[in-house]
Every structure is written in C-alpha cells, then in structure tokens.
C-alpha cells in the first residue's frame, strides 16, 4: 500500500501544466530579447556602413573641391580620386550618375555611360542635400553590395581642364541654382561597399544570438522546473509521513479488531448453536418462528463480519491452480440466486469463447466475486441488472472479469476511497469488503478498476494475469 502511495506521489510532482506553463512564460520573454538583439545588431550593422559611406563621399567631396580650388582639376583628376579612394578593401565602386541614373563616374571606367539606378528609385526632386539613404544589393557575382548614396556637392564635372570656371556652375546646386535648373544640376554619387564577409559573419552572430536565447531559455526552464520538483519532491514526502503514519494506525487498528475478533468468535459460537437450536424446534406462533430465523440470521451476519476482519487481519494466502473462470462465476451465482430472486434482479453473464485458463485461487475468487454481487444486489431495485462478463485481454496475457450493474450508482467523491479499508457508505457496513477483494486482486498480481455515476450503476473491472 504505501509502495503504491510513494510511487503515485513521485509521478505527479511536476504536472503536465507546468512544463506547458512555464514554456508559455519563458518563450515569449527570451525569443523577444533574441529578435531585439539581432534588431539590434542589424541596426548597428546599417548605422556603420551609414557612417563609412557618408565618410567616403566626404573625403570624395573634399578632394574635389580642393581640386577645384586649385584650378587645375579635370575629370581626369577625379576619376583617379575614385581608384585611390577604391583601393580599400572593403569598397567595392564608387560613381557619380546624374538625376537619370545615367554613370557619368565610376571608378571602374567602363561603366561610364551606363545605367546605374532609375531615379524614381532614389530621390523626389525635392531632396535635400544633407538627405543620406543606403539599400542592400546583390550584383551578377552574387556578392552581396551595402550601398550609400546622396546628392553629390559640388556637382560640377568638365569634359576637359580648359573648361574649368570659377564661377556659379561650381558652386553645390542647391546654393547656386533655383527651380528646375537647380534639378537638372544635381548628381548623386554612390559608394558600394562590399559585405559578404560582414553576412557571414552576421549570420554567424545571428546563429549565436539564437543559440544563447536557446540556452538561456533550457537553463531558465530548468530552473523553474527545479523549484517544482523540490516544493513537489518536499510535498510528497509530507503526504507519504502522513500516509505512512495513518497505515500505522490501521495496522494497530486491525491487531485490535484481529485480537477482538477471536474473542468474539468463542461465546458467538455458542450463541449460533442456541440460535439454531431454537430455529429447528416448533413453536406455537408464526412470530416466535420468525424470531428466532432473524435470531439466527443476525448470528450468520457476526459471524461473517468477524471473520472478515480476521481475513483482512494478515496477509493474504494463496493456493493456486490452474482454473477455469466459467466454472467459478457459474458456482459463484448459484450462492446468491435466491437472495436476487427474492429482489426481482436479473442476472446475466456472457462468456467469450476459447477463454484462457488462469493460475487462481479458487476460493479467493468466489469471494471477491460473491462480495461484488451482494454489493450489486444492495444497491439494485426490482428488475435492475447484474451482468458478468468474462474475456481474454485485448493487449495483455490474461482474462478480464466484469460485473456491472444498473443499481444506484456512487457519488464521485467517493470514487477514490472505494478500496480503503474501513470506509463505507451503508448504515450497517464496516469498509471491509472491498479492501480484501483489492487485496486478493492485487495478490494474484492482477488489477482492478472501478467506474460509476450516479443513478446509472456501477461497473467493476478485474483483470487476472493467465498462467502465472
């Protein structure tokens, strides 16, 4: 019993609910804190390459101008900019296009005169100078390009040196023209970096972010389910004490009911006789007759419920043979046919064909089924059912036995403590019966299961190992 009680604690300390529960609470929270860490990471990623191609087409701007400055600059001269400029090694081009997305500078020359971008893709008319955009492309290669791009300042490229004017065609656009003239004068330039190392070592930052949320999120989960199983683990010891110190008291209960027993049984024993005496001599009224029948019945009753609890007393003794459960059920009814009859009950039984043989105790099983059918009778009205059914086990090697009836049914509160020793719902009842037929059941290393529900009746199910 208190195997059983230890095991059934062990297995519910953590319930279902709280892996279910906790996975719930945690996932959010951590798959949250990953995704802002790769937000951020790719925000950082953006706001970097933001700052070296603003970086570079500042030092593209200035080489310019100095040049300018100087007089003596040319597209030549910027063209030889951009390769100086290009020679890092992370900077994949650099070109200046005019509002069409026409190249009209690229630091690898023979892009010069093609198509680099549609304008409505970059820029309204409208854009400001200072305005800074990027966007991600992938070139024929298949190399992954970070490009940053802006209205170019000064905005003045010649065909030839001899062209060079220091006057307001040299002069940043948006400074020195107004209207659609000033449009028409702008140029953008574009610095690509190349950033397939950067991907790669993003994706293997991202697969890291993740793995550690991963890892977090098991330990965090670990954790919790920890906390559980110790206020679980210090739960069932509690109720094991308790259960432990209870099945004491039982124990010490049922030496005394054991001890009282055989003190009862010796004058009881003598009462039966004068019972019985009294019963077989003629009498002159119908009412001393059946005063001494109930004499005499009432002595049978102390007498079976004495030696009930001498039964449940000591260990359960079994001789076993190899029996046919027919046979058993059959004989069993015979017991209890009259005392049915009496009650207008209606008694079936179904017997599967090619039912297997089991090692039982003969005996034992008579009584457990004699306690299940006179437990059905109490509970049956006129023209209610007791059924016995017998079956070979559907996944398991050995028989099942199942007595239902359609009587009054239990209430589920008592559902659970149907098999405790000493409890019992009936005014005249000691919670005897049924803790020996779980008992015996449980000694033959079988099983048995109950299921009932108010008003519909009750349906006992044994199962009895074959051949053991």
């Not at 574009?190 to 930052?205: P, Q, T, V």
């Not at 006789?273 to 005499?296: L, Q």
């Amino acid at each position: 019993m208190l195997k059983k009680i230890k095991n059934k604690n062990i297995s519910s300390l953590i319930p279902p609910w709280i892996f279910i529960g906790s996975a719930v609470i945690l996932l959010p929270i951590f798959s949250f804190i990953t995704m802002n860490n790769i937000k951020e990471y790719r925000v950082n990623f953006n706001y970097l390459m933001l700052g070296k191609g603003a970086a570079i087409i500042k030092t593209f701007e200035a080489g310019t101008m100095a040049g300018i400055g100087g007089m003596n600059w040319g597209i030549q001269e910027r063209q030889t900019l951009m390769s100086e400029i290009v020679k890092q090694s992370d900077i994949a081009y650099l070109a200046v296009t005019d509002i069409s997305g026409k190249i009209i500078a690229h630091s690898n020359p023979a892009f010069i005169g093609k198509k680099h971008i549609d304008k409505k893709d970059i820029f309204s008319d409208k854009i400001n100078i200072r305005d800074l955009k990027w966007r991600k492309i992938i070139t024929q290669k298949n190399n992954k390009i970070f490009e940053v791009f802006r209205v170019l300042s000064p905005s003045c490229f010649y065909q030839n040196r001899h062209n060079i004017k220091r006057n307001s065609s040299c002069v940043p656009p948006t400074l020195g023209f107004k209207g659609k003239e000033n449009y028409l004068r702008k140029q953008i330039i574009f610095a690509g970096f190349d950033i397939s190392a950067f991907e790669k070592s993003r994706a293997n930052k991202i697969r890291y972010a993740i793995g550690r949320g991963v890892i977090f999120f098991l330990i965090s989960l670990s954790g919790i389910l920890s906390l559980f199983i110790t206020l679980g683990y210090r739960n069932a010891n509690a109720m094991l004490k308790k259960e432990i110190a209870e099945a004491r008291r039982l124990a010490s209960i049922g030496k005394l009911a054991a001890g009282v027993a055989h003190e009862i049984r010796n004058p009881l024993s003598s009462i039966k006789g004068f019972a019985t005496y009294f019963k077989e001599k003629k009498f002159n009224s119908e009412k001393e007759r059946n005063i001494a029948e109930i004499m005499s019945n009432e002595v049978e009753r102390v007498n079976r419920v004495v030696g009930e609890l001498l039964e449940f007393s000591v260990p359960v003794k079994l001789y076993k043979n190899l029996v046919d459960i027919k046979t058993i059920v059959l004989n069993s009814l015979k017991l209890i046919e009259n005392k049915a009859a009496k009650k207008f009950i209606i008694v079936q039984t179904e017997f599967e064909k090619n039912l297997k043989t089991v090692n039982a105790d003969s005996d034992k099983i008579t009584q457990v089924l004699l306690n299940l059918y006179l437990n059905a009778i109490d509970v049956c009205k006129k023209d209610d059912l007791i059924k016995i059914a017998c079956r070979n086990h559907k996944k398991r090697d050995g028989i099942e036995i199942i007595v239902s009836d359609t009587g009054e049914g239990m209430d589920k509160k008592n559902m659970p403590h149907i098999f405790d020793p000493y409890f019992t719902t009936k005014a005249w009842g000691k919670g005897i019966g049924l803790a020996n037929v779980h008992n015996i059941i449980e000694t033959h290393n079988g099983k048995i299961e109950v299921k009932s529900k108010k008003g519909e009746g009750t349906v006992f199910t044994i199962y009895l190992p074959a051949n053991l």
